[in-house]
């Protein structure tokens, strides 16, 4: 039987509002959808993703636990559930802010209140667009799957039929840009990225990320960052974005600009190890050292937060050539742990780039001291001997 005739999708409804999400549903199923399920926010949304057989998402913005943009994000960046289509809903006061904000490639916008018939075509047209596409969404469903599959030229081919079918939809400009630039065909991928700019495209904000990418590889800071300023503004909650555009600011010499993207990254990088020792090293590199230490301490646990300051600020000199600054780096936390295998191994290293190969020698073993199963250890402790033979 034809799935729109017998409209046997499942729908799933995702709103915290009792009032709104039982109006929904009803709308839903006057509309002759029977299978449909509600969600009080989107943790609740993704446990019934993961249940069910969902055909479509229905969500609103604002939800307490898991939001509809994260829950967005979670049903994208999945391997299972990636394809499924997504309507986002949202208040006409907010509308422009969350399509701004959004990410992740949704399918539609909904601004509440909305009327059954209204819903109604929303729905019909997502379903079509995804379960019987026309030429154009047939060529952007391919290109994707393609790309999933990591079959990178075949779907540059299905992205660019797209656009020949409808050159005015942005969409599979965005995902040329960003094969494109895989392939280092940088003026090309330049070129697709600057037609995903406007706020008819889900994805524009991440095309300002590709942009910016090409033109700091091409040493156009200042260009860079005047893109990158105006994707922070619309989307600030992203760490990757603020670290870039604070070291734009750096290389034009803007250091208000530094310390207040560096600031915004440090805000939203709390729980991230990984963000924070980078932050700390721009911080670190214009001299800032109180202010690197200051974030590696907020991520790192306390039982060990004095070691992996001083391990940390011991490679961030080694980086910047300043070797006897990151031995005397090293010296302190050895003296907290002195068969620490991590310091005693990045205190190795120091010691071969200064050719210094028996110190070398002597911090790699004392590293095998603590654990002797370390595998980089034994792998340098052995180039190390057959070196010096």
Not at 136 to 161: D, H, T
Not at 219 to 232: H, P
Not at 354 to 371: F, G, P, V
Request: charged share 30%; hydrophobic share 40%.
């Amino acid at each position: 039987m034809d799935r729109f005739k017998s409209k046997s999708f499942a729908i799933l409804v995702a709103e915290d509002n009792t009032v709104i999400r039982n109006m929904l549903l009803s709308a839903l199923t006057s509309l002759g959808y029977r299978n449909v399920f509600p969600a009080f926010d989107g943790k609740e949304a993704w446990s019934l993703i993961e249940q069910e057989k969902i055909d479509l998402v229905i969500s609103d913005y604002y939800m307490p636990r898991v939001n509809g943009l994260q829950l967005l994000s979670k049903v994208r960046n999945s391997s299972q559930y990636w394809s499924i289509p997504f309507i986002m809903l949202t208040s006409e006061a907010r509308k422009s802010m969350v399509i701004y904000s959004t990410e992740e490639e949704i399918d539609a916008y909904i601004v509440k209140p909305v009327s059954p018939d209204s819903l109604g075509r929303y729905v019909d047209e997502v379903l079509k667009n995804r379960y019987a596409p026309n030429d154009f969404y047939k060529a952007v469903n391919a290109g994707k799957i393609k790309l999933r599959m990591g079959k990178k030229e075949q779907a540059l081919e299905s992205f660019l039929q797209a656009t020949l079918i409808n050159p005015a939809k942005s969409t599979p400009y965005f995902y040329l840009g960003e094969i494109l630039e895989g392939f280092n065909r940088d003026d090309e991928a330049l070129a697709n990225y600057r037609k995903c700019d406007d706020a008819s495209n889900s994805l524009y904000v991440r095309a300002f990320d590709g942009l910016a990418r090409i033109l700091i590889k091409k040493q156009d800071y200042a260009s860079a960052a005047q893109i990158l300023k105006k994707a922070v503004d619309v989307s600030p909650a992203q760490v990757d974005r603020s670290l870039m555009l604070a070291k734009c600011c750096r290389e034009i010499g803007d250091i208000d600009g530094v310390k207040k993207y560096l600031s915004i990254a440090s805000e939203m990088a709390k729980n991230d190890v990984v963000a924070i020792e980078r932050i700390a090293r721009i911080y670190f590199d214009l001299g800032q050292y109180e202010d690197a230490e200051a974030i590696l301490r907020q991520g790192y646990d306390q039982s060990s937060r004095e070691l992996k300051v001083f391990n940390q600020f011991g490679l961030m000199a080694k980086e910047k050539g300043e070797y006897e600054k990151s031995k005397k780096y090293y010296q302190e936390a050895l003296k907290i742990s002195p068969h620490n295998d991590v310091v005693n191994y990045n205190y190795a290293v120091l010691f071969i780039e200064m050719k210094e190969y028996q110190a070398a020698k002597a911090h790699i073993k004392r590293s095998l001291l603590n654990n002797p199963s370390f595998k980089e250890g034994n792998e340098l402790l052995e180039k190390l001997e057959q070196f010096c033979q």
